[in-house]
């Protein structure tokens, strides 16, 4: 009876263990979770189901906003794919805990590079350029050294003799299958390292000079009034303007569709993609490999568009991601809006880029009233002034948020300026982030972005 007992508690437990492993090691198991937790409500901690295919890399990890994205100034106009590399390099490091930091620490010193310079904005991402060239050169590959900045030389040596002695090239998915188990993060790490430089290396596709006509975040869609979340950043050109790759890579669709148009999408691979809407014609068929630089289309109107311009979208690990966050020598022209307490009862707001004669509508984020109609020059530009009334105060924003100012008119996305710091004897201010212009964190996308 004893024995029986006992046989009957170790076959509950080992189906137990199966159950468990099933659920939470198994594409079948992420796939039910991740359900699970869109009917619930809740985030899931599942695995994307590519991960289970492609080593965890690129594709398969969540590409986070840079935490600490370099500022315009402190990049050139056009980045070196090595610099770039430098660049991602830098924002990724800087996600990792003081506990984390060993092994590049160690790697730093392997190849007489100064660690502390990591964390330096200027002298930061040079240096772990020359550390991952010096690094690549000794490992073989520009993945492996970027791995052993996250895992460490001697694990990523390992991984780079094993997969050739396979007859593998050693990129990072192949190093990340020759892996040992428990180390996602370090995989994860050296992954948006390279995405993000990959990112950072990319050009423009119209010229730098083309204004903005709808940024990247959340607005009033100009079709169909509802707000949605905008993917990428609209261009204003005219139609049959040449619209060039952003780098090389493999176009993977160039078709027709009711919403998007024309439009054309290139993967340039370490899980980067861009896409080009709205065109009126194309000049690339699917699967051909396209170099930097190269015509893709010509711009148009097509689709769902209330005028000609090309809609512009930068995905990262299949997640859209702004492109002036990542876009070296800063962001081209477009509305922008800037304020400042000009005295404790007057706020000035200068606005720029509106375009010639745009009428407007100009409020304070926290004002119950108080709106203005203002009309800007002939060069797009316009300064307006706000004064205390009842229902607006200014010496502090309602519930002690910093003042912010916004700018509307016609289909014009709504346009936001920078928080406003202001006296508040109630505690700190409470910081207000856009989500639509290239110096704040974007407002989060989609999971499923249907329409570029």
Known sequence: ?????????????????????????????????????????????????????????????????????????LVAAELTPSEALGYGAWAAYGRLPPSRRAEAEALARRYGADPRAFDDPRSGPPELSRLLTAAGADLGSEDAAVLALFSGYEMSRYAAERARAEGADPTLEELARQLPPGLEDEIGGASEAMVLGTAYSLSWPVPPSTPITSPFGMRVHPTLGTRKMHTGVDLGVPVGTEVKAVAGGVVRRASNDAVNGKLVVVDHGRGVTTAYCHNSELMVAPGQPVVRGAVLAHSGNTGRSTGPHLHYQLELGNEPMDPLRLRPGGKPSGPELSAKLASER??????????????????????????????????????????????????????????????KGGSQREVRSEPVSCPNPRGPARPVLDGGHGDAPPSPSPANATEY
């Not at 508690?9 to 090691?25: E, G, N, P, R, S």
């Not at 198991?29 to 965890?56: D, E, I, T």
């Not at 229902?391 to 519930?399: D, F, M």
């Open 1 to 73: 009876m004893f024995l029986r007992r006992t046989r009957g508690l170790v076959d509950f437990l080992a189906a137990a263990l199966c159950l468990w492993a099933a659920i939470y090691h198994t594409p079948v198991g992420a796939a039910l979770r991740s359900v699970g937790g869109r009917v619930l409500g809740v985030k899931s901690s599942a695995r994307p189901l590519l991960a289970y295919y492609s080593g965890g890399v690129y594709e398969a990890i969540e590409v986070k906003v840079p935490v600490r994205a370099p500022p315009p100034w």
């Open 346 to 407: 007057k706020l000035e707001v200068r606005g720029s880029g509106f375009g010639p004669r745009a009428r407007l509508v100009a409020s304070l984020s926290h004002c119950t009233r108080g709106a203005k109609e203002v009309e800007a020059d002939a060069t797009g530009s316009f300064v307006v002034s706000f004064a205390p009334s009842r229902g607006c105060e200014l010496s502090c924003g309602r519930a002690g948020e910093p003042l912010v100012v916004l700018a």
